[in-house]
Antibody, heavy 119, light 112 residues
Framework: EVQLVESGGALVQPGGSLRLSCVVSGFAFSSNWMSWVRQAPGKGLEWVAN????????NYVDSVRGRFTVSRDNAKNSLYMQMDNLRAEDTAVYYC????????????WGQGTLVTVSS | DIVMTQTPLSLSVTPGQPASISCKSG???LHWDGKTYLYWYLQKPG???????????KRFSGVPDRFSGSGSGTDFTLKISRVEAEDVGVYYCMQSKEYPRTFGQGTKVEIK
């Protein structure tokens, strides 16, 4: 059974930092790209970033580039998102998603972790 | 960025009746590799999104055959042949032709 379990979401002040984690099981983590997708409360979906199987290539949406850093540890089947200089508009549920290599499809999603940026 | 526009934004359907959602992209989603990177997702209430259709018309594993996707270039359609109660939620189209991946605004489907 495929499982993606996010953690690390919290209430943080504007300008603060947070690190999200996602632990994966049920598929070959090291053989797949991985993405983060977020959803602001009551809003639609926004793709945030992804990372290649070996971590050598990363892509970001403009609104987070320079503030967020995606990384992974294949030995731990884990995906991370370091979020710095957080803004109110970063408030959202963050989903960890398998970004199936060779197909560009986001096919397995975690349950999400809530990040709230507020003073 | 490629803008994805869905219509309608909401839909009320009688069980057993068909439903159709349109998605238009700001530029062609046909990639030089010959594939068209258009996807459909359903987000049921309180759940993460789930993949329904990939590359315009291919049903993902376990997706009922009442769901079908069609289209080409910039115009795409998701059809539900006979809506069931479990199909309620918000449907999103998404493009993966280029970065950043972008989603449509979502179409909320409810049962009459």
């Amino acid at each position: 059974e495929v499982q993606l379990v996010e953690s690390g979401g919290a209430l943080v002040q504007p300008g603060g930092s947070l690190r999200l984690s996602c632990v994966v099981s049920g598929f070959a983590f090291s053989s797949n790209w991985m993405s983060w997708v977020r959803q602001a409360p009551g809003k639609g979906l926004e793709w945030v970033a992804n990372i290649k199987e070996d971590g050598s290539d990363k892509n970001y949406v403009d609104s987070v580039r320079g503030r967020f850093t995606v990384s992974r540890d294949n030995a731990k089947n884990s995906l991370y998102m370091q979020m710095d200089n957080l803004r109110a508009e970063d408030t959202a549920v963050y989903y960890c998603v398998r970004d199936r290599t060779g197909t560009a499809r986001l096919d397995y999603w975690g349950q999400g972790t809530l990040v709230t940026v507020s003073s | 960025d490629i803008v994805m526009t869905q219509t309608p934004l909401s839909l009320s359907v009688t069980p057993g009746q068909p439903a159709s959602i349109s998605c238009k992209s700001g530029q062609s989603l046909l990639h030089w590799d010959g594939k068209t990177y258009l996807y459909w997702y359903l987000q049921k209430p309180g759940q993460p999104p789930q993949l329904l259709i990939y590359e315009v018309s291919k049903r993902f594993s376990g997706v009922p055959d009442r769901f079908s996707g069609s289209g080409s270039g910039t115009d795409f359609t998701l059809k539900i042949s006979r809506v069931e109660a479990e199909d309620v939620g918000v449907y999103y189209c998404m493009q993966s032709k280029e970065y950043p991946r972008t989603f449509g605004q979502g179409t909320k489907v409810e049962i009459k």
